[in-house]
């Protein structure tokens, strides 16, 4: 696969506005993770766990082959790590992002208090705090990572400040 960027980043962070605005401004198409995997099938909405994330990236794998199409430029919107069926961390496989094939790695953060409320707002529910801090600083970490292993550009996209990925966006084609 070809012509992708991967945007990661926790439940909250603000990555589909982030790849709406940039989808704006350049001829990408924002494509997420959740779409192509049909979400409610895989995952209990109400806890964000998956139950088994092995076979949700085979899924996502195939469901790309198959969304895709020759000469387009899109945005994946998707996570380094979920929460397994134990509510444990846990890092999507490095075989997943090395059949993605991206051709750059940007991860979204932002401050744990402003993604806790937006959270709790949009889901009417409660978020811990620090479940939430490990779970970005396992995103990163392996955001990282994954670039490092596939030798892709890096960038971070801090409080949906995103004009440096513009610009590296720009400078890709």
Known sequence: MNNLIFIGGIHGVGKGTICDKICEQTNFVHITASEILRWDEISKPQNKKVENIQNTQERLIAGLDEALKKNKNYLLDGHFCLFNSEGEVEKVPMETFEKIAPEL?????????????????????????????????????????????????????????????????????
């Not at 744990?112 to 705090?129: A, C, H, S």
Request: glycine fraction near 2%.
């Open 105 to 173: 790695i940007a991860i979204v953060t932002d401050k744990i208090d402003v993604v806790k409320e937006r959270l709790e707002k949009r889901d009417n529910k409660t978020y811990n705090f620090d479940i939430l801090k490990s779970m970005q600083i396992a995103e990163m970490e392996h955001a990282r990572q994954i670039s490092l292993e596939l030798k892709v550009p890096f960038i971070e996209i801090k409080n949906g400040d995103y004009r440096e990925l513009i610009n590296l966006i720009s400078n890709l084609k």
